[in-house]
DNA sequence: GAAGATCCTTACGAAATCCTGATGCCAGCC
DNA sequence: GGCTGGCATCAGGATTTCGTAAGGATCTTC
C-alpha cells in the first residue's frame, strides 16, 4: 500500500543541516533530492511531484510562507515545516499557510521520521485525488504551477485577479461556484456581495480564453447560483 | 465543505486542563464533549463519532497508546495527543501507534487551534476524494455534487427554484413531502401558503424531467398531502 | 513624477427567471 | 346535472439577474 521509497524534497539553503539530513534520510528507506532555494524549490515540486516536502522557512530568495501558499495552489502533497523559529505566531502562519506539520530546530531525528510517516500515512490514505498540476479543456490549458494560461498553445497574460478567477474555477471544474464562493475566494470576505465584480471579470475571462466571448464554450453561467468551469465528461 | 461546528472529543483526566480547553474550545466554533478516563473516552468515540479527539497520554485507568490503537482499530478521525511527556521516544511511540499529532504541554492556545485546522483539513480532503452523491431513477440521473440533471443522458437545464424544488424531493426520495415542507424549503418560510407555486413549478420540472408530462412516472401527486419521487424498490 | 497596467464603478440593453391570473380538467358529492 | 375543491396548464408582464462598454481611480514600474 505504502509507497516503496518516497521522493522527498528537501528545500533548504544551509549546507550543514542538508548534510544533516541526508545522513538521517538518504540510507534506502527514501530518495532525497535537493533545493538550495525557493525558486528551484517550486520547480522541482512541480516536475518532480515528490510524496512530501521538508522546508525551512527562511530561504536566501523569498519567504517559506509564499512558497507554501504557491505550491499549495495546485498540490496537496504533506509539507513538513523546518524552522529555527519557534514562536507562536510563526507556526501557526505556517500551518495555516497550508503546511501539514511544524518542527522546531533542533529536533531530533526520530521525531522527524515519525511525523513522516503520520504524513505519507495521511497521503496513502488520501491516495484517490491525484491531482494533476495542470487543467487541460478543449482550446485551454492551466499550468498551475507556473501560472501560465495557454489557448491553442498560445500563452495568454492574464492580470492577478483575472488568474485568481480562473484558478478558482479550475480548482472545483466541473461543479458549479457560487457567486459566493467566488467573490470570497477572489475579493476576500468583505466583497461577498459585490456580484457585480464577477460580472465584468468573467468577461474579460471571455475575451481573453474564449473563441466566441458571446457564446461561451467553457466559462458557463449559472444563471442565479454561479458559474462552472465546463469539463468534457 | 467544511464541517460547521466541528464535534471535538476531549479525553483528559486533570480538571484544571479541562476547564482550560473548555475556555478555548468551546466558543462556538466548536462542539466540546468531555471524557475523563480512557474507558469513557473509548466509549464516547464509538457513540458520538466526533471529527476530532484531543487525548492526554496519563490517563488514570490505561494507556494512552492503547486507547489510540484500540480507536485506531475502527475510525481513522484525526487524533492530537497532548502530553506532559516531551521526551521523544514518547512522541514516536504515539505518532505510531496511530496518533496524527503530538504537543508537549505546556502548550500555546493559537498552536493547538492551527494544528486542529491542519487535522480537520486533511479529514475533509480525504472525505472529498468520495464518489460524488448521485440520484438515479429511470432514465432520471441527479448530480448533486456538480448541480447537474441529466435524462437520458442528456443534460437538462433547471432554473434555480426548479432545482431546489427536486434537490428537497430527492433529498427526501420515496417519502412524501407535504406542501408546507416544500414551500418552506424552496420558497421561505414566508410563502408556506402560497401553494399554486408548486403546482406550476411541479408542471414545468414535469415538462423537463418526465417523457409523458400528463403521465408522470417520477413527479407523483399525493392528493391533498404534498408530492413524492418515486424510487424503484 | 510620468506612463502603463490594473482595478473599481457606473449605466443600460438583453436575457433569464419569477410571479400572477385565467382557464380547463377531473373526481366526489349533493 | 350542477356544484365544489384540488390540481394542471398556459401565457404574458413584472422583476431580477447578466453582459458589456467606457471612464475614472488607484497602483506599479521605471
Redesign the interface.
Do not use: C, I, Q, T
Given at each position: 500500500m505504502a509507497v516503496p521509497q518516497p521522493l522527498v524534497l528537501l528545500i533548504e539553503d544551509e549546507p550543514q543541516m542538508r548534510r544533516f539530513l541526508r545522513a538521517a534520510l538518504d540510507d534506502g528507506q527514501y530518495h532525497l533530492i535537493e533545493a538550495p532555494t525557493a525558486r528551484e524549490g517550486l520547480a522541482q515540486a512541480a516536475s518532480r511531484n515528490p510524496d512530501i516536502i521538508l522546508m525551512d522557512l527562511g530561504l536566501p530568495d523569498g519567504d517559506g510562507l509564499d512558497l507554501t501558499r504557491r505550491i499549495r495552489e495546485w498540490s496537496?502533497r504533506p509539507i513538513i515545516v523546518l524552522s529555527a523559529r519557534g514562536m507562536?505566531?510563526d507556526?501557526?502562519a505556517a500551518?495555516?499557510a497550508g503546511?501539514?506539520?511544524y518542527l522546531t530546530k533542533p529536533f531530533?531525528v526520530?521525531?522527524l521520521?515519525?511525523?513522516m510517516?503520520?504524513a505519507l500515512r495521511?497521503a496513502t490514505?488520501?491516495a484517490?485525488?491525484k491531482e494533476e498540476p495542470e487543467f487541460l479543456e478543449g482550446d485551454l490549458r492551466v499550468d498551475l504551477a507556473r501560472r501560465q494560461v495557454f489557448v491553442r498553445s498560445q500563452e495568454v497574460h492574464l492580470t492577478p485577479l483575472e488568474y485568481r478567477l480562473l484558478q478558482t474555477l479550475v480548482h472545483h471544474a466541473?461543479?458549479?461556484v457560487t457567486h459566493r464562493h467566488l467573490l470570497k475566494e477572489v475579493w476576500g470576505i468583505n466583497s461577498i456581495a459585490q456580484t457585480h465584480y464577477l460580472r465584468v471579470y468573467m468577461t474579460q475571462l471571455r475575451h481573453k480564453l474564449e473563441v466566441d466571448p458571446t457564446h461561451p464554450r467553457l466559462l458557463l453561467t449559472?444563471?442565479?447560483?454561479g458559474y462552472?468551469l465546463k469539463v468534457s465528461s
Open positions: 496537496n507562536e505566531v507556526k501557526v500551518l495555516d503546511a501539514d506539520d531530533g526520530g521525531e521520521l515519525a511525523r510517516r503520520v495521511h490514505l488520501a484517490s485525488g466541473g461543479k458549479v449559472e444563471p442565479g447560483v462552472r
